[in-house]
């Protein structure tokens, strides 16, 4: 009898070690981190048969149940909190590990992808032809030049497309009937906080004028942000001008302007800020720089040979924000967008709104100019929008 229980502890040991070995280890590169990923090492299937509602069904069905991924899915969702990612970053952290797991099959890639998105707890769907599949996640958010469907009320943003640069898969797509976590929550691309991602720091001179005196900024700027937004999906016009300057940019940048504003009225204040918006940067149209619609937060304006008016008003946003602290309004031409901020006193005309009066500054001209309080030139009969309001 002993004999017997000392075989049954010694076959207990043996099989707890040997799962203990058995745990592998995904090296992700992300970005500007080296990420190490535990994971059980056991194999994942593949669909068996054609890509078919019921197959798809049975492959989701068979890995929840058989394939240990609780390690794996635990890992990910602790480095997505210790390096405060986003929903956007979060996916593309799955996407990468997708990638591993899936040793080049583009379809597996996505079918693991939409495995690990789903147990995290967000709304998915799945469209489907031949071999190849398409991973939805539900969103409040509005998000273009990428296809989109609404289903029960609910809007999916197709992340497979931004991924594979598709405006629109074509052909006929069969829908997945299949819900994986139904009513799951949303799946969000604010940027707000930025994520603790390691700084590459590289070193810039910026230079502006205002009344003829020449000014020279030493900044040092990060390239982990650049990188994050140079295929960033793009949203709501007006929420890249929401998203903070990174720490790295503001530690360099905010000082100097402080130093710069100091003694200055709130009139001399906004001039500067729009000499530094208007002369510090050369100016060229997205598509004529870019080929495309490419929106700009305010660090992209130091990464860039170009930027535009949506580019400047994002930079002078944050500027004013942090610097003088006051009340501002986004307002939309069409083609064009602008700041009005209000003042403790009256320079011009202004835009009356919620019982305040606003004053345009517009961060992109005259150029080499430093006057405030016009409407830009071409748009004085010009209807407008306001986007948003700051306090």
Not at 103 to 111: I, S, Y
Not at 114 to 126: A, K, Q, V
Not at 250 to 267: F, G, H, R, S, Y
């Amino acid at each position: 009898m002993r004999f017997f229980l000392w075989i049954v502890l010694l076959f207990a040991f043996c099989s707890a070690k040997a799962k203990t070995t058995d745990t592998l280890w995904l090296s992700l590169s992300f970005y500007s981190e080296t990420l190490s990923l535990p994971h059980s090492g056991a194999a994942i299937p593949l669909v068996e048969g054609t890509v078919a509602e019921n197959n798809l069904v049975r492959w989701y069905e068979q890995l929840k149940a058989n394939w240990p991924h609780d390690l794996l899915l635990q890992n990910i969702q602790k480095q997505k909190k210790q390096l405060q990612l986003n929903d956007w970053l979060y996916y593309e952290l799955i996407w990468q590990t997708a990638k591993q797991l899936s040793t080049g099959n583009p379809l597996q890639e996505r079918l693991i992808s939409w495995f690990l998105l789903s147990e995290s707890g967000y709304d998915t769907r799945i469209t489907f032809r031949d071999r190849q599949i398409f991973l939805y996640a539900y969103t409040e958010e509005g998000v273009f030049d990428t296809p989109m469907i609404e289903l029960e009320a609910r809007k999916f943003v197709n992340l497979s497309s931004i991924h594979d640069g598709m405006k629109n898969p074509t052909g006929a797509l069969n829908m997945l009937q299949f819900k994986a976590a139904p009513y799951g929550k949303a799946f969000s691309f604010s940027l707000q906080p930025w994520p603790l991602l390691s700084p590459k720091p590289i070193q810039q001179t910026i230079r502006f004028s205002w009344q003829e005196e020449a000014y020279k900024l030493s900044l040092t700027v990060d390239q982990t942000v650049a990188n994050i937004m140079q295929d960033y999906p793009i949203f709501e016009e007006h929420r890249y001008l929401e998203i903070p300057l990174s720490s790295t940019l503001a530690n360099t940048l905010l000082p100097q302007l402080a130093e710069i504003l100091e003694d200055k009225t709130e009139k001399e204040a906004l001039e500067i800020l729009v000499s530094f918006t208007r002369t510090a940067f050369d100016y060229k149209d997205d598509r004529d720089h870019f080929g495309k619609n490419k929106p700009m937060i305010a660090d992209e304006l130091f990464h860039y040979s170009f930027s535009d008016c949506e580019d400047r008003s994002a930079l002078f946003y944050n500027l004013v924000r942090s610097l003088l602290d006051l009340p501002m309004i986004i307002i939309a031409y069409p083609n064009h967008l602008t700041i009005g901020v209000a003042l403790g006193q009256e320079i011009g005309p202004s835009i009356q709104y919620e019982g305040k009066a606003y004053y345009i500054c517009d961060p992109t001209g005259p150029t080499n100019s430093a006057r405030i309080g016009a409407v830009p030139e071409g748009y004085e009969e010009i209807s407008f929008e306001i986007l948003g309001q700051y306090r």
